[in-house]
C-alpha cells in the first residue's frame, strides 16, 4: 500500500469515527442519544451556567451602582442589540469559517465581557460589557442550536430539542442560588470571575467534539442574505418574541420586585421552577413529535400567563411554588416544541437563518421587554408594575396562537402540509 493511500484511508477511517460519534447506526438513523447528542448537552451547560448564574445578581448589582429602574432596561437592551447584529450574520459567518470555530470566539468574546462587568460602574461601560456579552452569547446559541439540529432524528425533533436543554435545567435549578451564594459570600469580583470560568470550560470543551460541519445550499442558490426576521418561519417568530417580552419580566425584574417587598424567595423560585422544566422537558417533545404542537404549545402559554399573573400576588411559599411551577411548564415547553416546529417546517440548510430568526424575535423581545417594563415600572414606582405588563403580553400571546393555528389554520386542514409561513415560501 502506498503512502498516499495510508492516508486516504487514515482520513476516511477518521471521518467514519467522526460521524459515529454524532449519528447513529441504528436501521433508519431514529437513534437520538449518540455521543454528540450528549456531548451538546453537556456544552449547553456551561452556556446557560453563564446566563442563569447572572439572573437575579447583575440588575441588583447595577441598581447597587446607582442605575434607576428605567436605565437599567436600557442597558439590558444593548445585550438584544447586540446578539441581533451576530444572529443576523450567523448564516454568512458559517460559509466563512467552520462553525465550531465561530462558537469559540463567541464563548471568548462573551467570557471577557462578563469579566468586564466588575470594572463597569457607569452607565457607558456598562453597555459597552453588556453589548459584547450579547455579542459571543448571540452567535454561540444560533451556531450551536443549528448544529446540534443536525444529530437529531426528523421525526424526533420535539424531543431532541427538549432533551437538549436538560442541561439548562440543571443550571436553572442551581445557577440562580450559586450566583445570589457567590455574590453574598465572596463578591462580585468572584461571581464575574466564576462566570467567565464557565465560559472558558465551554470553550475547552468543544475541543473534545469532532469538527461537525452545517450544509451548504444547493449550488446555483444565492448566499444567504442578511435577515433579521425570515419569512420560513414568521410565525413560530412571532411566538417566540411575545415569549421574550414575559420572560424579561422575570429574567430583569423578578429578584428587584422580591426585594422591593422584602421577600427572600428570589432562589427558591428559580429552584422551583426546575420542577416544571423538568417535567414539559420530558413529556411535551414526544406529545408533540405524536400528537403534534396544538396539544402541548397553547396549554404552555396558558400556564405561563398562570404564573405572571400569581407572581405579584405571593406572600408564601405555598403560592410561590404554584407561580414558580407553572413559569417551569411554561419556559420548558414552549421553547424546544417552537424550535421544532420551525426547524422540521424548512430544508437542513435552512436551520442557521431560522434559528437566527427564532433568537432574533426572542431577543427582540427580551429588548422590547426590559425597556417597556422598565418604564412602567418606573412610572408606577414598583416592579410589581412589571408583572402586570406580562400578564397583558400573554393574554395577547394565547389569543395569537388560538386565532393563528386553530382558526386560520385548524389541524384538519394542516395536517401533513407544511406550515403557512414556513418552508413553502421562499426566504
Same mark, same amino acid.
Request: glycine letters at 10%; a positive charge; aromatic letters at 14%.
Given at each position: 500500500?502506498?503512502?498516499?493511500q495510508?492516508?486516504?484511508n ?8 467522526d460521524?459515529d460519534?454524532?449519528y ?6 431514529e ?5 454528540g ?11 446557560f451556567?453563564?446566563?442563569d448564574?447572572l ?7 447595577l441598581?447597587?451602582?446607582g ?5 437599567i ?7 438584544t ?9 450567523a ?8 462553525p465550531f470555530?465561530?462558537?469559540?470566539l ?5 467570557g471577557?465581557?462578563?469579566f468586564g ?5 457607569? @452607565? /457607558?461601560?456598562?453597555? $459597552? *460589557?453588556?453589548f !459584547?456579552?450579547?455579542? =459571543?452569547?448571540?452567535? %454561540? ?6 448544529l446540534?439540529a443536525?444529530?437529531?432524528p ?6 431532541g430539542?427538549?432533551?437538549l ?14 450566583g ?6 465572596f ?13 472558558i470550560c ?7 467534539m ?15 442574505r442578511?435577515?433579521f426576521?425570515s419569512r ?10 411575545m ?5 424579561? @419580566? /422575570?429574567?430583569?425584574y $423578578? *429578584?428587584?420586585? !422580591?426585594?422591593?417587598? =422584602?421577600?427572600?424567595? %428570589? ?10 422544566i423538568?417535567?414539559s ?29 400569581l ?6 411559599m ?9 413559569w ?16 422540521n ?15 432574533n424575535?426572542?431577543d427582540?423581545?427580551?429588548g ?7 418604564? /412602567?415600572?418606573?412610572?408606577? *414606582?414598583?416592579y410589581r408594575?412589571?408583572?402586570?405588563g406580562?400578564t ?6 394565547l389569543c ?7 382558526v386560520?389554520?385548524?389541524?384538519s ?8 409561513g ?5 426566504a
Amino acid at each position: 500500500m502506498s503512502q498516499d493511500q495510508g492516508r486516504d484511508n487514515d482520513r476516511d477511517q477518521s471521518r467514519d469515527k467522526d460521524r459515529d460519534y454524532y449519528y447513529s447506526g441504528d436501521q433508519g438513523g431514529e437513534k437520538l442519544w449518540t455521543r454528540g447528542f450528549i456531548a451538546f448537552i453537556c456544552l449547553n451547560i456551561f452556556i446557560f451556567l453563564g446566563f442563569d448564574v447572572l439572573l437575579p445578581t447583575l440588575t441588583v448589582y447595577l441598581e447597587d451602582h446607582g442605575h434607576s429602574r428605567d436605565a437599567i432596561g436600557r442597558i439590558f437592551s444593548f445585550f438584544t442589540l447586540a446578539a441581533i447584529i451576530m444572529r443576523m450574520l450567523a448564516p454568512r459567518l458559517v460559509l466563512l469559517l467552520r462553525p465550531f470555530v465561530i462558537v469559540r470566539l463567541g464563548l471568548l468574546v462573551a467570557g471577557l465581557a462578563v469579566f468586564g462587568y466588575y470594572f463597569a460602574h457607569g @452607565a /457607558v461601560s456598562a453597555s $459597552l *460589557a453588556r453589548f !459584547f456579552h450579547g455579542l =459571543g452569547f448571540g452567535v %454561540t446559541s444560533t451556531v450551536l442550536m443549528a448544529l446540534a439540529a443536525q444529530t437529531v432524528p426528523t421525526s424526533r425533533m420535539a424531543q431532541g430539542m427538549g432533551f437538549l436543554g436538560l442541561g439548562t435545567i440543571l443550571t436553572l435549578a442551581v445557577g440562580p442560588s450559586f450566583g445570589i451564594w457567590l455574590r453574598d459570600g465572596f463578591g462580585y469580583l468572584v461571581l464575574f470571575s466564576t462566570v467567565t470560568g464557565f465560559y472558558i470550560c465551554g470553550l475547552l470543551w468543544t475541543m473534545r467534539m469532532p469538527d461537525l460541519a452545517l450544509p451548504a445550499p444547493p449550488a446555483g442558490q444565492p448566499k444567504p442574505r442578511l435577515v433579521f426576521f425570515s419569512r420560513l418561519v414568521w410565525a413560530p417568530s412571532a411566538l417566540m418574541f411575545m415569549t421574550g417580552i414575559s420572560i424579561s @419580566a /422575570v429574567a430583569i425584574y $423578578l *429578584a428587584l420586585y !422580591f426585594k422591593e417587598a =422584602g421577600l427572600p424567595y %428570589t432562589g427558591w423560585f428559580f429552584g422551583l421552577t426546575t420542577i416544571g422544566i423538568l417535567v414539559s422537558r420530558v413529556f411535551a417533545g414526544r406529545v408533540q413529535d405524536r400528537h403534534g404542537h396544538r396539544v402541548v404549545v397553547g396549554p404552555a402559554i396558558f400556564s405561563m400567563l398562570a404564573a405572571v399573573t400569581l407572581i405579584p400576588h405571593v406572600r408564601d411559599m405555598g403560592l410561590l411554588a404554584l407561580s414558580a411551577v407553572c413559569w417551569g411548564i411554561s419556559t420548558g415547553a414552549i421553547f424546544p416544541n417552537v424550535q421544532a416546529l420551525a426547524f422540521n417546517s424548512v430544508q437542513p440548510h435552512q436551520r442557521t437563518a431560522v434559528a437566527s430568526s427564532l433568537f432574533n424575535a426572542f431577543d427582540v423581545g427580551m429588548g422590547v421587554g426590559s425597556i417597556f417594563l422598565g418604564v /412602567v415600572c418606573e412610572r408606577a *414606582a414598583t416592579y410589581r408594575a412589571a408583572f402586570l405588563g406580562a400578564t397583558v403580553n400573554c393574554i395577547i400571546f394565547l389569543c395569537f396562537y388560538l386565532v393563528y393555528y386553530f382558526v386560520f389554520h385548524p389541524p384538519s386542514e394542516r395536517k401533513n402540509k407544511p406550515l403557512a409561513g414556513t418552508a413553502s415560501e421562499t426566504a
